[in-house]
């Protein structure tokens, strides 16, 4: 059977966290981060990486006026891709607005304070992030196990060496 759309973007992930003592609880899609929201992402990097570069001229030319300007405009953008991207992935949570959970596409995020915007969107990142390499470590010293015994001497395990009828690079 083909892999619909439907199914794809159904897989969730739950996240929660604490505001004002109360727990909010996410439900959210991994799969809707699409090439378009990759997109977005490194164009928001690009940017970042611009205005960073502009702010720290306009400071050294001594324009703290200019300077304090576009770092305000970098957060007002930043601030507007928070909220696609919550908007985008977002499948439900329970803030609510009286009885029913507020709108969480961006229109209803930008009625929202930034700092809640991005407490939700730090509470997926933190859900999103991979898993470590290896266990933690203890508090107990490691060193070289020991040896169950000698192992046999070599036995041919895989045989002759083979060839590729096919020439390398062809």
Known sequence: MPLTLDKLFSATVSSSFVVLGETVHLTWCPSKYT??????A???QDEETAD??????????????GARALAETRERRNAAAVRRFLSEML??????DGTVP?????AGLNKLPAWLVTA?????SEENQTDPMS????????????????????TPSSGARKSSEQPRGK
């Open 52 to 65: 960073i570069l502009a702010i720290l001229a306009l400071e050294e030319a001594g324009d703290t006026v």
């Open 135 to 154: 266990d933690p470590s203890s508090d107990e010293p490691s060193g070289p196990k020991a040896s169950s015994g000698r192992s046999r001497p070599g």
């Open 120 to 124: 939700t969107f730090v509470a997926m």
């Open 42 to 44: 490194r164009e928001m």
């Open 35 to 40: 090439g378009e929201m990759d997109d977005l």
């Open 102 to 106: 507020h709108p969480h596409d961006e």
């Open 91 to 96: 499948v439900a949570w329970d803030v609510m």
